[in-house]
């Protein structure tokens, strides 16, 4: 079993800067791959940023591009997202995800509960 719990999520003013956690359960192995993704309110669960298991890969959305930033620490069976400089558009619930593909898409096999991020403006 795999449990991912986020953290670091809260409200923000525009052009602030929030660093949230995906800590795994004891039993995640490291190598699994990562991702972030974010979901607003009437809209569909999108994409953001995603690592491999030896972090040699990322990729992000267009979106975040030189705002955000994806890392993990295997040691502590975490991942983070650095996101500088936010946009309101940039509020929404974020989610944390692992699984067997590294991919853009929501194919991930494990999902955390999300937490919430809100930029004023």
């Known amino acids: 079993q795999v449990q991912l719990v986020e953290s670091g999520g809260g409200l923000v003013q525009a052009g602030g800067s929030l660093r949230l956690s995906c800590a795994a359960s004891?039993?995640?192995?490291?190598?699994?791959?990562m991702g972030w993704f974010r979901q607003a309110p009437g809209k569909e669960r999108e994409f953001v940023a995603a690592i491999s298991w030896n972090g040699g890969v990322t990729y992000y959305a267009d979106s975040v591009k030189g705002r955000f930033t994806i890392s993990r620490d295997n040691a502590k069976n975490t991942v983070y997202l650095q996101m500088n400089s936010l946009k309101p558009e940039d509020t929404a619930v974020y989610f944390c995800?692992?699984?067997?593909?590294?991919?853009?898409?929501?194919?991930?096999?494990?999902w955390g509960q999300g937490t919430q991020v809100t930029v004023s403006s």
């Open positions: 004891r039993r995640t192995s490291s190598s699994v791959n």
């Open positions: 995800a692992a699984g067997r593909v590294l991919s853009t898409t929501p194919v991930y096999d494990y």
